[in-house]
């Protein structure tokens, strides 16, 4: 089990339980993503306990792109 944080886009913003399982599911959702094209990177600047910043880990993890991640102040 994590806890990630929302943003609040749909509610008040609030830190919620992930288990194992949501992490697999949610790598199982990216796999049905577009493959993305040759010679990509992913860049992302967005903190990994944020729901935004888990996906922009896991797209790479899932589909082999190179993943650039930068301090969320820059």
Known sequence: MGLIYTSGSTQKP????ITQGHMMQAMQMVQYMPPPPPGSLTVTWM???????????LYPLV?????VMMPPQA
Do not use: F, K
């Not at 609030?14 to 339980?17: D, L, N, Y």
């Not at 903190?47 to 880990?57: D, E, I, L």
């Not at 589909?63 to 993943?67: C, E, F, I, N, T």
């Open 14 to 17: 609030r830190g919620i339980v």
């Open 47 to 57: 903190p990994v306990q944020h729901t935004a910043g888990m996906s922009a880990v």
């Open 63 to 67: 589909s082999g792109v190179p993943l």
